[in-house]
């Protein structure tokens, strides 16, 4: 059994799945939970997962707020908000957890994520972890998982082989579980390899009128589009690394990305559009806008995020 405690901070769709996996594998899970802490403190998480088979995870310990949790000292904290930071600066709200053994692992979308986390607490090892997951909460404390469940993570800046040591005990939990692990010694190009998918699908699935990516990819000018975002983002992405981003499953380039998701059995509903639908702010400042900056600052144009962004920042503001 692993000797480990975990602080788990936003205890959703995606966090359910991975702190479950976790305390199968002997860690003990202290879940925040925030909308759906009733119905979890009352009946747990009811998962069906094609994954891992259908049950009810009741975590070590559910609670409404970090502050309810102090009292523990956790060997990490696992942050699995949404990334807003045109909003707030939300990396305070776990400063009362954090202890001299605690590692960071921030499982968010977009570029520039880690930088509030590593400014206020420069001392404590910060993680960038990039998750693909097809899963939903229809409703509180019910988990709707697919076959899909894996996750990349690198360690931020400067770190010691005692961080990694640590890092890699607990990416042998998840991968015993069958939650696939890799630890990687950039993660950055894997980020923006990410944000290909993003930037492009994410974002004109709202901007569109609401489409699926069926609908997206069934009407030629709207896959045009979704082709010239994501030429943007592999041109400023390699500009930034300095090389070629990685393949993913030998998936490479905007055609690669377009016919992978094209021949998908089922149409995938975007977590932006999700979110739109819910009136639920949207993650455009991490995955358009922040990229769009170090777009200026390298010099180059992309008109085409450029446009997109625009749009989506008015649509939200007559939605939310």
Same mark, same amino acid.
């Given at each position: 059994?692993?000797?480990?405690?975990?602080?788990?901070?936003?205890?959703?769709?995606?966090?359910?799945?991975?702190?479950?996996?976790?305390?199968?594998?002997?860690?003990?899970?202290?879940?925040? !939970?925030?909308?759906?802490?009733?119905?979890?403190?009352?009946?747990? &998480?009811?998962?069906?997962?094609?994954?891992?088979?259908?049950? %009810?995870?009741?975590? %070590?310990?559910?609670?409404?707020?970090?502050?309810?949790? =102090?009292?523990?000292?956790?060997?990490?904290?696992?942050? !699995?908000?949404?990334?807003?930071? #045109?909003?707030?600066?939300?990396?305070? =709200?776990?400063?009362?957890? @954090? /202890?001299?053994?605690?590692?960071?692992?921030? =499982?968010?979308?977009?570029?520039?994520?880690?930088?509030?986390?590593?400014?206020?607490?420069?001392? %404590?090892?910060?993680? $960038?972890?990039? $998750?693909?997951?097809?899963?939903?909460?229809?409703?509180?404390?019910?988990? *709707?998982?697919?076959?899909?469940?894996?996750?990349?993570?690198?360690?931020?800046?400067?770190? #010691?082989? $005692?961080?990694?040591?640590?890092?890699?005990?607990?990416?042998?939990?998840?991968?015993?579980?069958?939650?696939?692990?890799?630890?990687? #010694?950039?993660?950055?190009? &894997?980020?923006?390899?990410?944000?290909?998918?993003?930037?492009? &699908?994410? %974002?004109?699935?709202? @901007? $569109?009128? /609401?489409? #699926? +990516?069926?609908?997206?990819?069934?009407?030629?000018?709207?896959?045009?589009?979704?082709?010239?975002?994501?030429?943007?983002?592999?041109?400023?992405?390699?500009?930034?690394?300095?090389?070629?981003?990685? *393949?993913?499953?030998?998936?490479?380039?905007?055609?690669?990305?377009?016919?992978? +998701?094209?021949?998908?059995?089922?149409?995938?509903?975007?977590?932006?559009?999700?979110?739109?639908?819910?009136?639920?702010?949207?993650?455009?400042?991490?995955?358009?806008?922040?990229?769009?900056?170090?777009?200026?600052?390298?010099?180059?144009?992309?008109?085409?995020?450029?446009?997109?962004?625009?749009?989506?920042?008015?649509?939200?503001?007559?939605?939310?």
């Amino acid at each position: 059994m692993a000797d480990i405690n975990v602080l788990l901070v936003g205890t959703g769709a995606l966090g359910s799945i991975y702190a479950w996996r976790l305390q199968e594998g002997g860690v003990r899970v202290t879940c925040v !939970c925030r909308s759906n802490y009733a119905a979890v403190e009352r009946s747990g &998480f009811r998962i069906k997962s094609d994954m891992y088979g259908n049950g %009810t995870y009741r975590p %070590t310990r559910v609670v409404p707020t970090v502050e309810a949790a =102090i009292g523990t000292e956790f060997d990490f904290i696992i942050f !699995c908000t949404k990334a807003l930071p #045109n909003l707030s600066d939300n990396s305070d =709200i776990i400063s009362s957890a @954090v /202890g001299p053994r605690t590692i960071i692992l921030l =499982i968010q979308n977009g570029i520039g994520i880690e930088e509030p986390f590593h400014a206020r607490y420069p001392h %404590t090892p910060i993680v $960038s972890v990039i $998750s693909y997951i097809d899963v939903s909460q229809p409703e509180p404390g019910i988990i *709707e998982h697919g076959s899909i469940s894996s996750l990349l993570m690198g360690i931020y800046g400067n770190h #010691n082989d $005692s961080t990694k040591h640590r890092l890699d005990a607990l990416s042998k939990v998840w991968n015993s579980q069958g939650a696939l692990c890799k630890v990687v #010694n950039d993660i950055q190009p &894997f980020r923006w390899l990410k944000l290909v998918w993003n930037a492009s &699908f994410n %974002t004109v699935s709202v @901007v $569109s009128g /609401g489409n #699926n +990516t069926r609908e997206m990819l069934d009407n030629p000018q709207c896959k045009e589009l979704l082709r010239n975002i994501m030429r943007e983002v592999y041109c400023i992405g390699e500009a930034v690394t300095g090389a070629p981003l990685p *393949e993913r499953m030998g998936i490479s380039g905007p055609d690669g990305f377009i016919d992978e +998701t094209d021949k998908r059995d089922v149409a995938v509903e975007p977590s932006m559009l999700m979110d739109y639908r819910a009136r639920r702010p949207m993650e455009h400042d991490v995955i358009l806008n922040r990229p769009l900056q170090v777009a200026r600052q390298l010099g180059i144009h992309a008109p085409y995020m450029e446009a997109v962004y625009a749009m989506l920042v008015m649509v939200e503001k007559t939605n939310v």
